[in-house]
């Protein structure tokens, strides 16, 4: 089989990927896109499960029109959501979005239960009010008691297509309920939850040949014939397969969407005191990596505004416009939890600004300003930070996904942080689902030489530090505006 299709669905959109390895380059073709969100019902917001199948399977009669007969396939999507299924196999509820605010204030009450260095001692995950450890806890007792099995949102997407049932590692991790030496799931944690280790399935690394897709479904939409191959179903582990290598250089990556995820790649956890404050977490990644990384909020910041203006302006004249403006006049602290969504992210920036005394953001050119600037200082704190949690030098930052195309902020970063910015590919996290696919089916040895391969395919964008008047000032403001 030589046709390989990524299913990439992020927060904000998904894409079908057509994948071909050929003379040692991997040629990518998209080949079906549509949107993606979540909707607010009865003050609740879910995602459209049953939608994304359907955009998969439009996705897929899409490659048969374009001469694809026979496919593997991977998915991925974002993670920490899941999807309760009844004892006759089918979805039991919708599926609550990690932004719904009824998390709000249930970490306190798992804490006053399991203290939080035990979870990270056991878990080594970083505290999220949306982990799907509280999700769990918060979800509805009646409506938890009928499920017989928990998937996570690939997982039940697999399960749609196939009928096969697993639960995914990469995207498991995330639910912080694994445990770091079992590497299963966490029998106390469970015990908090009432819940046991029969409600999820087997965990299922990326690279299993799971199934083909079902013959009745082939048949009644006139579809390719699909190997499913277990991706790395998080979109995150996904996207740091697809960072090309980088030789005798030290570097850290972010993974630029809706998030940014701002680590390094490690053979070990990193759970100590230290790590825990600082609130690193440490997602596993395929072929027994980890991720060691903290959640930064990316692009959702500027997503929110261009949805406030009634998508006037595309990501593109979005950075043009905050280039011609003045730069570092207003900072805001990107990771408080007041922008994980707001009424209004608009107000909710112009707010922050005023009660820290500072210029307040009129235009959407100056909120968006503001956005990057504070978003390049972000990435300078967390990569210092980072640099102390591991003891190893960061001297190159790796952008992928979809921000690595902003050029405003790769330089910012680069300016601010003070290190060489290598920017792509943007389809980092199309490509690492794809590449766990040649691993599998061809021959490539592993991580590295797809890596290789990643690099030599796709143009990567450097960016140089140049030197920042006033830097020691900046600096010093950015510190007060992190204690906001
Ligand atoms: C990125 C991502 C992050 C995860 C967040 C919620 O798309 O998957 O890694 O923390 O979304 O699932």
């Known amino acids: 089989m030589f046709n390989h299709i990524a299913v990439d669905i992020g927060a904000s959109s998904g894409r079908l990927v057509l994948g071909r ?27 459209d499960i049953d939608y994304l199948y359907d955009q998969i399977i439009a996705g897929l009669q899409k490659a048969k029109g374009c001469g694809v007969l026979k496919c593997t396939l991977g998915i991925d999507t974002w993670a920490v959501d899941y999807v309760l299924i009844d004892e006759n196999g089918e979805k039991i509820q919708d599926v609550y979005s990690y932004r719904d605010n009824r998390t709000e204030n249930t970490m306190e009450k798992v804490t006053a239960q399991i203290s939080p260095e035990e979870v990270y001692t056991k878990t080594g995950i970083q505290q999220l009010s949306f982990n799907t450890l509280y999700q769990l806890y918060i979800h509805d007792p009646l409506e938890l008691e009928k499920a017989y099995k928990i998937l996570m949102v690939p997982d039940y997407l697999y399960y749609k297509l196939s009928g096969h049932m697993m639960n995914e590692v990469t995207n498991a991790s995330t639910t912080q309920l694994l445990n770091l030496q079992t590497r299963d799931y966490d029998t106390d944690l469970l015990n908090l939850l009432h819940l046991k280790r029969e409600h999820f399935a087997a965990l299922t690394e990326p690279g299993e040949v799971l199934a083909f897709v079902s013959e009745a479904i082939v048949q009644q939409y006139d579809l390719p ?76 910041l500027i997503q929110e505004v261009r949805r406030l203006g009634d998508y006037r302006y595309s990501f593109a004249e979005l950075a043009e416009l905050a280039a011609n403006e003045e730069g570092f006049r207003s900072l805001i602290p990107c990771n408080h939890p007041r922008f994980l969504n707001p009424l209004n992210m608009i107000e909710e920036i112009r707010r922050a600004c005023l009660e820290s005394g500072q210029h307040v953001p009129t235009t959407i050119s100056q909120v968006a300003r503001c956005i990057f600037d504070s978003l390049a200082l972000s990435y300078y704190s967390y990569l210092n930070e980072l640099e102390e949690l591991t003891g190893t030098p960061i001297d190159v930052v790796q952008i992928v996904g979809g921000g690595s195309n902003n050029e405003l902020l790769c330089q910012l970063t680069a300016d601010v942080t003070g290190r060489e910015v290598l920017a792509g590919p943007t389809e980092s996290t199309a490509l690492g689902n794809i590449a766990v696919q040649l691993i599998r089916t061809r021959d490539i040895s592993g991580i590295h030489e797809v890596r290789k391969i990643i690099g030599n395919s796709f143009e990567i964008k450097s960016y140089l530090p140049r030197k920042m008047a006033n830097f020691k000032e900046l600096i010093n403001r950015w510190s007060l505006v992190l204690l906001l």
């Open 225 to 300: 014939e699909c190997l499913l191959i277990c991706a790395a179903t998080h979109d995150t582990a996904s996207s740091v397969l697809g960072v090309p290598v980088q030789e005798g250089r030290s570097s850290a990556f972010i993974s630029s969407g809706t998030w940014s995820l701002l680590g390094v790649e490690l053979s070990h956890p990193i759970n100590n005191h230290d790590a825990m404050k600082a609130n690193y977490t440490n997602e596993w990644g395929a072929f027994g990596t980890y991720r060691f990384l903290k959640n930064v909020m990316g692009m959702w």
């Open 21 to 47: 390895l050929e003379d040692d380059k991997i040629l990518l073709e998209e080949i079906h896109r549509f949107s993606n969100g979540f909707t607010e019902r009865n003050g609740s917001c879910f995602w």
